[in-house]
């Protein structure tokens, strides 16, 4: 009696087990298909647009030495003062004032490689100062326009007579790059596009700027042992890259059909949509596409939203970010509000406005050690380990350091430190992830770990995204959203539950206080975020002292 007893209640407890099993089991499956919907597209292959020395392979792009040596005494009289004023520039705020005035007016006026550069410069936190990012950052709203008889005679050249392909090409420009601008467009069937041209003669003036820039950095490599560490012709070429991706808008045009081939069946309420090429108007000079009517996603519009519209659109940006990443492992490489446009009002059948992403020129498709790193920075961050970290950035590095200058124990021992600094929020503060990630550069830069390209641009994309979303919803918890997408790669722990749960995992612990420890980082330079805001804001703060002070000076 009393075996047959045990016998049921086994059979009830193996029953009761296989039963919880399975259920647990489709619930967390349901869980994570609520984020990741299985949406993924084909392997998407980059055309090779630059040789090994960063010059561009399109042979009708033949650079005449003439022209070369024109281009370098031009530069040479654009920038000599500058390098010879510099030293003045640290007298008084108003002589850096001055300098960096004189800076922006030069590199406006040195051509559009130039300018972009100087761009590129300033999303490059590894390799400068929140100071000069702030300057360079200015260049992004400095840009030239041509004429709208440019525009009809580029159109003309390219894909026909615009009379005869449109009824109405407006003249004003609503958006300019150093590479092209856009105008607002109706084409004979009556659809309303988006007519983007380059500049005339962008693509012969960026071919002799690529080579003279090359070999300026194999120069300044050789002349200037103290900043090789920085392997200036490395970056050279990885800028040349970068920036041939958007002199093609044809490229373009390619990139825009691989996302909405992507996000093919997804819904507009969760995820992001892109505007369509409208061929055969493409060419490598003009580029039609749908017209995107809406806003830019600019902090003043954010901020003018209801509450539950700003926090859907960060959960939207969110995902569309996680499944770039992770599924399709192809990314918008020129992300900024700019070009985030959200529409006024949803369409038939939706809850919410649609959220475009346009100027997809620039695409970053990443290779399976890439995605390998950008899931293990992830997985650091929402388990809240600091060698998980520490070892993804490690192999950021790999190949661009001295490795006599720096041991991955001292890299560690920073990481360390900085995560110590930040236990203190005990995950009341959702910002923490962008103001961990501003730290590491600040790690990067003084340990002079030269960061693989490719990941500089993973990680700068990473930080614009959560600075978009904690501009819509300061409270969003990024690391709650990441852990279902980790979990859709087999990546669960502990640690991640607790974040999840809203228990913060346990941290590391240490003897120091922390005020004590945020003056020894801070010594050190490893601490760009202070009083619990970005860089940014610290430096915007420090900038509207200047200009008082300027204004004062100027007044007096």
């Keep these: 009696m009393a075996r047959s007893r045990v016998a049921t209640w086994a059979k009830r407890l193996l029953l009761t087990t296989g039963v919880v099993g399975a259920g647990g089991y489709g619930g967390f499956h349901y869980w994570v298909r609520q984020y990741d919907p299985g949406l993924s597209g084909p392997p998407r292959h980059t055309r090779v647009l630059v040789d090994e020395h960063g010059n561009l392979v399109d042979q009708s792009l033949a650079v005449p030495m003439w022209r070369v040596h024109l281009r370098i005494l031009i530069l040479a009289l654009l920038f000599m003062p500058l390098v010879f004023t510099y030293h003045l520039s640290s007298i008084s705020d108003y002589t850096t004032w001055l300098w960096h005035e004189a800076f922006i007016y030069r590199v406006q006026n040195s051509g559009p490689a130039f300018i ?7 999303t490059r936190r590894d390799l400068t100062t929140p100071e000069f990012r702030k300057v360079l950052s200015r260049l992004f709203n400095r840009v030239q326009q041509h004429s709208i008889e440019e525009t009809r005679r580029i159109i003309r050249e390219d894909i026909g007579d615009p009379d005869e392909l449109f009824s109405e090409i407006e003249p ?13 467009a109706v084409l004979k069937d009556g659809r309303r596009v988006a007519v983007k041209v380059s500049h005339p003669n962008v693509r012969e003036d960026i071919a002799v700027d690529f080579y003279v820039l090359n070999h300026l950095a194999q120069f300044v490599d050789k002349m200037v042992p103290s900043i090789r560490y920085m392997l200036l012709p490395r970056l050279a070429v990885a800028w040349t890259t970068h920036l041939a991706q958007q002199i093609d808008l044809s490229i373009e045009a390619e990139n825009l059909d691989f996302f909405i081939e992507n996000f093919k069946g997804a819904d507009t ?37 209801p509450m539950d519209l700003r926090t859907h659109i960060a959960e939207l940006g969110m995902d569309t970010y996680m499944k770039n990443l992770l599924k399709d492992n192809w990314l918008h490489g020129d992300l900024h509000p700019g070009n985030i446009m959200i529409t006024e009002k949803a369409p038939p059948g939706k809850k919410w406005p649609v959220v475009y992403l346009i100027d997809c020129g620039l695409c970053q498709n990443l290779e399976p050690e890439e995605v390998e790193v ?18 993804a950035f490690w192999r950021m590095g790999m190949g661009g350091t001295q490795r006599d200058e720096l041991s991955y124990d001292e890299l560690l021992a920073s990481c360390t430190e900085i995560f110590s600094y930040y236990q203190a929020s005990k995950g009341s503060d959702h910002a923490i992830v962008g103001r961990l990630l501003e730290s ?17 641009s993973l990680l700068f994309g990473a930080l614009v995204q959560e600075n978009f979303i904690m501009t819509l919803d300061e409270r969003f918890n990024i690391t709650k959203r990441v852990i279902p997408w980790l979990a859709g790669q087999g990546i669960v722990s502990q640690g991640m539950f607790k974040n999840f749960t809203g228990l913060f995992p346990s941290f590391m612990e240490t003897k120091c206080k922390k005020e004590e420890l945020g003056k020894h980082l801070d010594k050190k330079g490893l601490l760009s975020v202070e009083g619990g805001v970005h860089d940014s804001v610290h430096v915007e703060r420090q900038s ?3 200009e008082e002070w300027k204004r004062g000076v100027l007044a007096a």
């Design 116 to 122: 972009k550069l100087a761009q590129w410069l300033a």
């Design 172 to 184: 004003q420009v609503v958006g300019s790059g150093s590479i092209g601008q856009v105008h607002r």
């Design 269 to 305: 309420d969760r995820f992001a949509t892109f505007p369509e090429p409208i061929r055969p108007y493409v060419s490598a000079r003009v580029l039609v596409e749908t017209l995107i009517d809406g806003h830019e996603a600019t902090d003043e519009y954010l901020h003018s939203l």
């Design 374 to 391: 950008a899931t293990m920075v992830l997985e650091g961050f929402a388990k809240w380990k600091d060698a998980t970290l520490a070892e």
């Design 440 to 456: 590491m550069f600040d790690v990067v830069r003084f340990h002079k770990l030269q960061l693989e390209p490719g990941y500089t």
């Design 544 to 546: 509207e002292k200047k």
